[in-house]
């Protein structure tokens, strides 16, 4: 019997429940773009953000803050948002803080490419569209009509070390709203608009908006909920220095 046959026959007997639902949660979670319109009870997120901040952090730092939208509070960003995303003024905003290198290489390149190229293509959106693009983009910021929503936010005086924690702790909320039949959809386009974000929800001067997610139950009726995005194998980037 094999090492990795032995591990499934223990896996099996004694993880196999735990393992199950973990592996579930992962390969399930998707960047859902259309939500139906059913509510998610502040409670149940409630619970999502308790668990889901047993993420791990440098000296148990949990340098995570943020907010819950819904109702009149979640349309007035969405509103406010959208207005200057198709005026004349969006031009004169941008993140704190650089997502993307200046200019993208290879193998990031191709892959950013074809995740682009699919999305556009399952919603009709031509090569060289780029009206039909940025309408798309403005699809962001009305949360792809999720009923809930959040937005997160760190102190500015946090290094790297704590955005990595952060990553973790998103990822949670992700895999935990899974548990409870929700999709998600992590968006680093609400960066952007952070000066018009930060007087309606009253985000004090010291944090960086850092995301925004959308959360909700997911239109499987959305065309573009059909895009499933490729990942590579471990074997291509890990090198394995085994016996």
């Known amino acids: 019997m094999t090492a990795v046959e032995k591990f499934s026959e223990v896996a099996a007997s004694e993880f196999a429940d735990v393992a199950g639902d973990i ?3 992962i390969t399930s979670r998707r960047s859902v773009r259309g ?3 059913d509510p998610v009870p502040v409670e149940l ?21 943020g907010y819950v939208l819904t109702g009149a509070k979640l349309e007035e960003v969405r509103e406010k948002t959208l207005a200057v ?9 941008s993140k704190e803080y650089k997502y993307y290198p200046d200019k993208f290489f290879e193998p990031y390149l191709s892959r950013r490419r074809k995740v682009g190229f699919d999305m556009y293509g399952i919603v009709g959106i031509e090569k060289g569209d780029t009206k039909r693009m940025y309408e798309q983009a403005g699809r962001n910021f009305a949360f792809f009509d999720a009923p809930a929503a959040m937005i997160f936010t760190i102190n500015k005086g946090l ?19 899974r548990a409870y039949g929700l999709h998600t959809c992590p968006q680093a386009a609400w960066p952007t608009y952070h000066q018009v974000v930060r007087p309606i929800i009253g985000m004090p001067e010291d944090q960086t908006l850092v995301c925004g997610i959308a959360i909700g139950y997911e239109d499987k009726d959305e065309p573009i909920n059909a895009l499933t995005t490729d990942r590579v194998d471990a074997d291509d980037f890990m090198t394995w220095l085994t016996d």
């Not at 997120?45 to 803050?65: C, D, F, K, Y």
């Not at 790297?160 to 924690?165: K, N, P, T, V």
């Open 23 to 25: 592996e579930e949660a």
């Open 35 to 37: 939500f139906l319109p």
């Open 45 to 65: 997120l409630r619970h999502i953000l308790n668990v889901s901040a047993r993420a791990p952090s440098g000296t148990n730092m949990q340098p995570w803050e």
């Open 85 to 93: 995303h198709f005026s004349e003024d969006a031009k004169n905003h």
């Open 159 to 177: 290094e790297i070390g704590s955005w990595l924690d952060y990553g973790m702790f998103l990822q949670n909320i992700m895999l935990v709203a």
